[in-house]
């Protein structure tokens, strides 16, 4: 058994023009880990997350995934983005399909998994997710935490190494953020390299084992939550939990 880290960064930087967006990351998430990536708005948070799987290139620095290296494009890029699940704040369903179409459709087009074992997969991630009985419906006819226990089990359907979450709540009526973070929870305590950045403290606190602040494109700290909510070592993440945690 090597200690590979599923996620590997080294030296990352990437600019949108002007902007320093990301600035010399060095991060690792081992295999089964948590990590939870907090800031403030414009911190990067979302750009490195959507590094990890290429939807933004970078301009130098190294990303691995499981061991290998991020291939630049081409079918190397899709096997490897078949490896690693994304969640998005918007679902990004396809609307004319059903739900349980949605999530049959990669495993049988991309890892050529047969439809009957596909929709058998599938029906038992709808299951895992609690929305077994909304198989038949079209996302329109779903509530927003529905459609996005839905994503989850579209992208678990890929049978990933790693699961990415880009602010997975941040669109949702607060009275569905807790089904959707239930859901995490539980593929977090299930074993799922996981990384996830959100707003929600609460998750931070009971799921993460890490908790990454970022602030200006930089890695400011990283520490396990308790570390980190109770003692933070930078005067940027005491500013930042002073502002969030007294609302």
Not at 135 to 145: E, F, I, M, R, T
Not at 153 to 164: D, E, G
Not at 173 to 193: C, H, I, Y
């Amino acid at each position: 058994m090597t200690n590979t880290a599923m996620i590997r960064m080294a030296s990352v930087d990437k600019h949108f023009g002007e902007l320093h967006v990301l600035r010399d990351i060095n991060l690792e998430v081992d295999s089964g880990q948590v990590v939870v990536v907090l800031g403030p708005s414009g911190s990067g948070k979302s750009t490195l997350c959507r590094t990890i799987n290429r939807l933004e290139p970078i301009d130098s620095g190294i990303i691995e995934v499981d061991g290998k290296r991020l291939p630049e494009e081409g079918k190397a890029l899709a096997a490897l983005r078949a490896d690693v699940g994304m969640v998005f704040q918007s679902f990004n369903l396809f609307a004319h399909k059903t739900i349980l179409e949605n999530v049959t459709l990669g495993p049988t087009k991309v890892r050529k998994t047969s439809k009957a074992a596909a929709a058998k997969d599938g029906l038992a991630l709808l299951e895992r997710v609690g929305i077994a009985n909304q198989q038949d419906k079209y996302p329109a006819q779903l509530s927003g935490g529905q459609q996005q226990r839905a994503a989850i089990a579209r992208a678990l359907a890929m049978k990933p190494k790693v699961m990415l979450f880009d602010e997975p709540t941040s669109a949702l009526d607060p009275e569905m953020v807790q089904e959707v973070l239930d859901v995490m929870t539980t593929l977090a305590a299930d074993g799922m390299t996981m990384l996830v950045v959100t707003h929600e403290m609460g998750f931070a606190r009971r799921a993460a084992h890490r908790v990454v602040f970022m602030s200006d494109g930089e890695i400011v700290e990283d520490a396990a939550p308790d570390a980190f909510f109770s003692n933070p070592s930078s005067d940027r993440a005491k500013d930042f939990l002073g502002k969030i945690l007294t609302h």
